[in-house]
């Protein structure tokens, strides 16, 4: 059976660190674009950035972008998102998902698997 | 606000057909997948590459695409399907993920 489990959520201040973890099992990982998305209390879904199997390529959405790194280690089946300078605005539940695809005009990309999500609430 | 446009909210009775649109530019050249979301849960995929479905997704969900929309149909929708429903999509240099802001079903 094909799990991804999220952890790493909490309470942390404007300003500080976190570091979310998603460990997947019952399929070959390395082989598989990995991405991170979250929903805000009460808001939509949005995408927040991307990592293909072989750690070439990650992506970020503009929000995102100098303050959180996707990584991923492949021996351990995990996929990582370190957050730095987090904002108010960065509350939400964080899902990682594993993607069906490649980017690129006119290429199929849909997330097919989904964690249950890990809550980052920032507050001071 | 989001390069992937649904409306809000649609609101219908048991039995009736659920038409939710999803209008973007990228559309015109990349593939639409929809996701349906209950409270609590995490989303799960129910169409993707325009009009197909995954094993285990009841038939009454199909989804087709023309020019810069595609639409979700949810035919005989059933109490069971009142969710949030979103779009996603690339976009048209086929670099970022796009989402809809989503649709709320009421039914």
């Known amino acids: 059976e094909m799990k991804l489990v999220e952890s790493g959520g909490g309470l942390a201040k404007p300003g500080g660190s976190l570091r979310l973890s998603c460990v997947a099992s019952?399929?070959?990982?390395?082989?598989?674009?990995m991405n991170w998305v979250r929903q805000a209390p009460g808001k939509g879904l949005e995408w927040v950035a991307s990592?293909?199997?072989?750690?070439?390529?990650?992506y970020y959405t503009d929000s995102v972008k100098g303050r959180f790194t996707i990584s991923r280690d492949n021996a351990k089946n995990s996929l990582y998102l370190q957050m730095t300078g987090l904002r108010v605005e960065d509350t939400a539940v964080y899902y990682c998902?594993?993607?069906?695809?490649?980017?690129?005009?006119?290429?199929?990309?849909?997330?097919?698997?989904w964690g249950q999500g890990a809550l980052v609430t920032v507050s001071s | 606000s989001y390069d992937l446009t649904q409306p809000p909210s649609v609101s219908l009775s048991p039995g009736q057909t659920a038409r939710i649109p999803c209008s973007g530019d990228?559309?015109?050249?990349?593939?639409a997948s929809w996701y349906q979301q209950k409270p609590g849960q995490a989303p799960l995929l129910i169409v993707f590459?325009?009009?197909q479905r995954p094993s285990g997704i009841p038939e009454r969900f199909s989804g087709s695409s023309s020019g810069t929309i595609a639409t979700l149909t949810i035919s005989g929708v059933q109490a069971e399907d009142e969710a949030d429903y979103y779009c996603?999509?690339?976009?048209?240099?086929?670099?970022?993920?796009?989402f809809g802001g989503g649709t709320k079903l009421t039914v």
């Open positions: 998902a594993r993607v069906i695809g490649y980017y690129g005009s006119g290429s199929p990309f849909y997330f097919d698997h």
């Open positions: 019952g399929f070959d990982f390395n082989t598989y674009n």
């Open positions: 990592i293909s199997g072989t750690s070439f390529y990650s």
């Open positions: 990228a559309l015109a050249k990349q593939y």
């Open positions: 590459k325009d009009n």
């Open positions: 996603q999509s690339l976009d048209n240099s086929g670099d970022l993920v796009l």
